[in-house]
């Protein structure tokens, strides 16, 4: 009886094989894509995903038949090998079960086991065949170059997924398997494709071939070998703009990180010849017909798995490809803004000459005449420090977070604790790259384009804006200056800062001839800066605006000499962070005694928020998947005897920095400014706006009162003709604000944009 049992379900069986791999391939895709709390909803989506892959399959599944019965005589691939498909089906379906690890080593082992029993499962079924010796050989060559590239592929994704958390996607566990099987499946396209090509070309024309195709998969690995440093210890992918730094930044680009992937890489390069060899080895032994036949399985199989694959297009891979593609091809549609666009941006100040193309001047930078400094200061100017924290999210400072990282900056809290000192809460960068981070705070000015243009001496040049050195400069102010760690020519501050009317700048060659002794950083370091800029404002004419930007709490966190450890912690960046607050702390005990103590205001403020880089993420696990350019920002005032309050919480945005300098100043001049002073007149103000090379950020609040902050790529933003509002008393719509953000860049790119 059992033996009947056991014979029934045994003829029985196959038929469920693939009912039995739809059911898999439903309950890991739905379990990546559904709530897994059993609900109706859940339930009938499971069904009906259930029905359609399984109908998908028997379609499919007749469309093969057809094929072959076309183009093969042999009965084999109709008979035997019918049934073979379904328990094909069911083996492959097994990939999806990735789905429910959470660990990305056991995926990646997972994903190669089922690969290997995959083609065991294939070679076997394929022994029936007359050709059998031919397919076991061809089997082999395919089952090497398949389980090299995925092994690579994973490699890869990891990479880009540990040292980087810009995806939305959380899940990163299962999309490492998931992406490397697309990208897999898309070189695997490259390759059936190539092959193609070797087996109809002559001898010569296919040895070109197959160094044409080596040479693009080693310029793939050679990029994904400097995009995993790039993400690592800048934060950004591998583009055009990182690579017109490759000469300045080569001594943070070559460091362990880069030595280990280049050595990963001449070990890829060594196996990847090996591969290649020995699949041409197979083509050479294997009869062509059935190679093509396989080649055409391949392109087919990996046009469905990468039209099924929804994360693509966020691959690094295409990332990178995306930016060099729109760098040098990539064509600029004219925006003409209708007036009404610059009737609401008339309202809330922003006027725009449109016909000279240039920033129209406000008569006044704040309306509001209350005087903000103490009465010591009614005949004489007060002398201005202004300190850029690299880097420095307000999340680092413990007055911000209630201690999250108890004693992480105890230099700045004492700074923050003093009587005269004014804490700003809710101030968010302006932009992300520091020179332009420092040129939306000192112009007032919201960059429209990534840091590369300001980069560019021939547009550099051409800034004619109102800037903070200039203006104080104008009113009073006998020396401005600037101190920076690197060469100052490091994106051309030299002359963007001389733009600026900024009488000196200081960068390594000009502080090694005062500071004794190597740099300390990549740069040299906080520790060293600070005491030359307290023995130089001794000799420096009164009064005096000077500013220094901090480098060791820049990525990649590692290059500090001088480090002052963060208790017994192993995180870098903490370690980093601390060490940029031990020299200040420094300065400011010694400031504290010195004779500026009473006459000179310190404003301490981020240049922009902490990049998201792989560093970062272990002590921020909430941010990951989370976009962290855009962030609150550490700003700190000490003004002598102030009497301002003593904590100030408004959102304000980086614009916003100058105005509010010159308000407190009383200086109230002509200007160029986008922003607006944050102890002015706000209600004007309909929303703040940030930007990094990407895209824009919007900071509003919606009719509710309720403040959100939101990230928008404008190359995926779709704009319909219900998303613009004509009326001039509405505030601007989202893609209002994106056409404004395109016709400003053109005018900058054209050179234009600047007073007259």
């Known amino acids: 009886m059992l033996k009947l049992i056991f014979n029934r379900v045994k003829t029985w069986l196959p038929a469920l094989y693939p009912l039995a791999g739809a059911f898999i391939i439903t309950a890991g895709w739905n379990w990546y894509h559904l709530k897994h709390k059993p609900h109706a909803r859940f339930i009938l989506i499971s069904i009906a995903t259930w029905v359609v892959v399984y109908l998908l399959f028997i379609a499919g599944k007749k469309l093969f038949l057809?094929?072959?019965?076309?183009?093969?005589r042999h009965p084999f691939w109709y008979t035997y090998f019918a049934k073979s498909i379904d328990k094909l089906f069911l083996t492959a379906s097994l990939l999806f079960l990735v789905f429910f690890s959470r660990n990305d080593l056991l995926s990646l082992i997972y994903s190669i086991g089922i690969l290997t029993l995959l083609f065991f499962v294939v070679s076997r079924q394929l022994s029936g065949h007359h050709g059998a010796?031919?397919?076991?050989?061809?089997?082999?060559g395919v089952f090497a170059i398949v389980i090299f590239l995925f092994t690579l592929n994973s490699a890869l994704q990891y990479f880009g997924f540990k040292f980087y958390i810009l995806d939305a996607q959380s899940k990163i566990y299962n999309i490492i398997v998931f992406r490397s099987w697309s990208m897999t499946m898309l070189w695997m396209i490259g390759f059936a494709l190539g092959a193609l090509v070797y087996m109809g070309s002559k001898k010569w024309w296919r040895y070109l071939g197959i160094l044409i195709w080596a040479g693009a998969q080693m310029l793939v690995l050679f990029l994904w070998v400097v995009n995993a440093g790039v993400l690592y210890f800048a934060g950004l992918y591998f583009s055009p703009v990182v690579l017109q730094h490759a000469g300045e930044s080569s001594g943070v680009i070559w460091n362990w990180l880069t030595y280990i992937l280049l050595a990963a890489y001449l070990i890829s390069f060594v196996a990847l010849l090996t591969v290649v060899k020995y699949v041409l080895r197979a083509h050479n032994i294997a009869s062509k017909r059935y190679w093509k036949f396989y080649h055409y399985l391949i392109i087919l199989t990996g046009f469905l798995v990468i039209g099924a694959s929804s994360s693509i297009q966020s691959a690094p891979e295409f990332v990178v490809a995306r930016s060099f593609y729109n760098y040098f091809f990539s064509k600029n549609v004219k925006i003409n803004l209708p007036p009404y666009v610059f009737g609401k941006l008339e309202r809330f100040g922003l006027k725009y000459n449109t016909d000279k193309f240039s920033v129209a001047s406000k008569d006044k930078v704040y309306a509001k005449s209350e005087i903000l400094l103490p009465e010591k200061f009614k005949n004489e100017k007060p002398n201005v420090i202004l300190i850029y924290l690299e880097s420095f999210s307000s999340r680092f400072v413990d007055v911000?977070?209630?201690?999250r990282f108890k004693n992480l900056t105890p230099g700045l809290d004492e700074f923050a604790n003093d009587k005269n000192t004014t804490v700003f809460w809710n101030l968010y960068n302006a932009s992300t790259p520091s020179i332009t981070g420092i040129m939306?705070?000192?112009?007032?000015?919201l960059p429209p384009t990534g840091h590369e243009e300001f980069e560019k001496e021939k547009r550099i040049k051409k800034v004619y804006l109102q800037c903070l050195p200039k203006i104080l400069k104008n009113n009073g102010y006998k020396y401005t200056g600037y101190i920076t760690a690197v060469q100052k020519n490091f994106a051309n501050k030299d002359t963007l800062f001389a733009s600026m009317g900024t009488d000196e700048v200081f960068g390594t060659a000009e502080l090694a001839?005062?500071?004794p002794g190597e740099p300390l950083a990549w740069g040299y370091s906080d520790h060293q800066m600070f005491p030359v800029m307290m023995d130089m404002l001794e000799k420096k004419p009164e009064p005096f605006f000077m500013m220094l930007a901090t480098v060791d709490s820049h990525l990649p966190f590692t290059s500090v000499k001088d480090v002052v450890q963060f208790r017994n912690s192993r995180s870098n960046a903490l370690n980093a962070f601390h060490t940029t607050d031990d020299a200040f702390r420094i300065f400011w005990e010694r400031f504290k005694i010195s004779r500026f103590y009473d006459n000179t205001i310190v404003i301490a403020i981020a240049d922009h928020a902490v990049f998201p880089a792989g560093v970062t993420k272990d002590i921020f696990p909430e941010d990951a998947g989370k976009v962290n350019f855009y962030d609150e920002n550490a700003f700190m005032m000490y003004v002598p005897s102030n009497i301002l309050p003593k904590k100030i919480d408004k959102y304000m945005s980086g614009i916003d920095f100058a105005p509010s300098v010159l308000n407190l100043l009383g200086i109230?001049?002509?200007n160029s400014f986008e922003g607006h002073s944050?102890?002015?007149?706000?209600e004007k103000y309909p929303n703040l706006l940030g930007m990094h090379e990407f895209g824009l950020y919007i900071n509003q609040i919606d009719e509710k009162g309720e403040r959100t902050i939101s990230y928008?790529?404008?190359?995926q933003i779709k704009c319909e003709a219900g998303d613009y509002n004509s009326a001039t008393s509405s505030p601007l719509t989202l893609c209002e604000y994106l056409n404004f953000y395109k016709w400003k860049r053109q005018m900058f790119e054209q050179g234009r944009f600047w007073q007259e």
Request: net charge positive; proline share 8%.
């Open 66 to 72: 057809y094929i072959v019965r076309k183009t093969e």
């Open 133 to 140: 010796p031919d397919w076991k050989v061809i089997n082999k």
């Open 400 to 403: 911000y977070n209630n201690n």
């Open 440 to 445: 939306s705070q000192l112009c007032s000015f």
């Open 513 to 515: 001839k005062i500071i």
């Open 668 to 670: 109230n001049v002509p």
């Open 678 to 682: 944050i102890f002015d007149d706000r």
């Open 712 to 715: 928008n790529i404008p190359d």
